[in-house]
């Protein structure tokens, strides 16, 4: 059995914010393994412990896994995280500032610690002492009935639990249906930036609980409280809104997204406390895996770099197409903001000819025997291709007084040869009185 124990660095000493902390430390364990405990919250020393040994085969085996837990719960304020057989061994191995717990056989290892690595056994340290005792292998010798008449029956129950000897039971930390943090600050911060620190440890917090989720996140909000002693002006904090194009929990992206949101802030007075709410949260689609080994993608992809640059730029300044259902050429593609989700559904293929430039705006032609001209004579090739619709479309004219107009067209497309200027995509279009134009609409590359 493969238990985790993981200490806490430093805790409020109120109840509830260091409650609030120990939650949050194993919320982020919960993506994990969904046995996962607090141990001995409000007394000077607590823990999280966790079983992973059922989850050892989902996250590629031991060392894995042990190497994942090992480089991200540092981030979280964790100063010392131990491995053992059992969940009060891995503690008591953790207290004694070790880390493995398999370097030695279980009775071996834990014999040789101090009383004061376990809770139950500390209270009676005062007594054990008188009578010799030092390590809790010193104490395992002593009679068990002498030990069952003098101390009460949790001492005897914590040893048999630690090394392994009785089944350890605990009220499972249950993951929450929304995810909101709080974390108070090691000290004022003034500039914006700086908040990046705590909000990192929110964020590993949120992304193990989406993780835990199997879901992702395409809003989140960081709030922040300004110092008590702070200008009247100022009120009582602020917050930031991040928005992704896409569904993710990845939270490097999500850092970075926010350091470019928080680089323009300027904050009314320093700022005390962080809170951190996932506000829209997506079922993330899980990617299938192969028995064949898939080629690994380096560096980021298009979406999330778009993103980024979008955060920092403005989200106006960086578009990208968007293919749309219609017919009218100059209305198949919209320009939107990168950071908008695309749309889900895919257009249907059309099945004739298409520019590959278009004019902005419709050149009209001369004629010569009623046969267009464009640099010369043009030579018919394909055609007619009816295009007839958008009364449905409406806008405003501009300078119009509100007055609004549909975008109606009516035209018949031809693809068309010049001598000089290549194959080009020109229309023919009714005009009032029974008249008719010719129009350059677009090139062939």
């Not at 590629?60 to 304020?77: F, I, N, T, Y």
């Not at 835990?212 to 009582?236: I, K, N, P, Y």
């Not at 007075?269 to 028995?291: R, Y």
């Not at 209305?331 to 989700?341: H, S, V």
Request: charge should be neutral; glycine fraction near 8%.
């Amino acid at each position: 059995m493969l238990w985790a124990a993981l200490l806490p660095d430093s805790l409020p000493d109120d109840p509830q914010p260091r409650t609030e902390a120990l939650d949050g430390l194993a919320t982020w364990c919960l993506q994990f393994t969904p046995r996962v405990a607090v141990l001995e919250a409000l007394l000077q020393c607590p823990a999280v412990v966790m079983e992973l040994e059922q989850s050892l085969r989902l996250f590629g085996g031991k060392r894995r896994l042990v190497e994942r837990v090992r480089e991200e719960c540092p981030d979280l304020g964790v100063r010392q995280l131990s491995w053992a057989p059992t969940s009060l061994a891995a503690l008591a191995v953790a207290r004694a500032g070790q880390s493995n717990g398999f370097a030695k056989p279980l009775v071996q290892l834990l014999d040789a610690l101090s009383i004061d690595t376990l809770t139950q056994v500390a209270a009676h340290q005062a007594t054990l002492a008188r009578l010799g005792c030092r390590t809790l292998g010193q104490v395992r010798a002593l009679p068990r009935g002498g030990l069952s008449r003098r101390f009460d029956a949790q001492l005897l129950a914590t040893l048999d639990q630690a090394y392994g000897l009785r089944p350890e039971t605990y009220p499972w930390s249950q993951l929450p249906k929304t995810f909101h943090a709080k974390l108070e600050l090691m000290a004022r911060v003034e500039h914006a930036p700086a908040m990046l620190f705590g909000a990192r440890r929110l964020m590993l917090q949120m992304a193990g609980w989406l993780m835990a989720r199997r879901s992702g996140v395409t809003a989140f909000t960081l709030r922040w409280c300004h110092d008590a002693m702070r200008a009247r002006s100022a009120g009582d904090g602020g917050e930031l809104t991040v928005r992704t194009a896409q569904a993710t929990r990845d939270s490097e992206h999500l850092m970075r997204l926010l350091a470019e949101h928080l680089g323009k802030v300027e904050l009314l007075a320093p700022v005390g406390d962080l809170e951190l709410l996932a506000t829209e949260v997506q079922p993330l689609e899980e990617k299938s895996l192969s028995m064949l080994p898939e080629a690994r993608q380096s560096g980021e992809s298009l979406a999330l770099v778009l993103e980024r640059i979008a955060a920092r730029l403005g989200p106006d300044r960086v578009l990208r197409p968007v293919i749309l259902e219609d017919h009218r050429l100059e209305w198949m593609c919209r320009w939107r903001p990168a950071p908008e989700p695309a749309p889900r559904g895919r257009c249907r293929t059309v099945d004739v000819p298409q520019p590959t430039f278009i004019l902005p705006k419709p050149l009209r032609l001369a004629t010569q025997h009623n046969r267009p001209i464009y640099q010369g004579v043009l030579q018919l090739l394909a055609g007619p291709h009816r295009v007839e619709g958008g009364w449905w479309d409406r806008t405003t004219l501009e300078g119009g007084g509100g007055q609004e107009t549909t975008r109606q067209s009516a035209r018949d497309y031809w693809v068309a040869v010049s001598e000089h200027a290549g194959v080009l995509w020109i229309f023919q279009m009714r005009l009032a009185q029974d008249e008719t134009a010719w129009f350059l609409h677009g090139t062939f590359a």
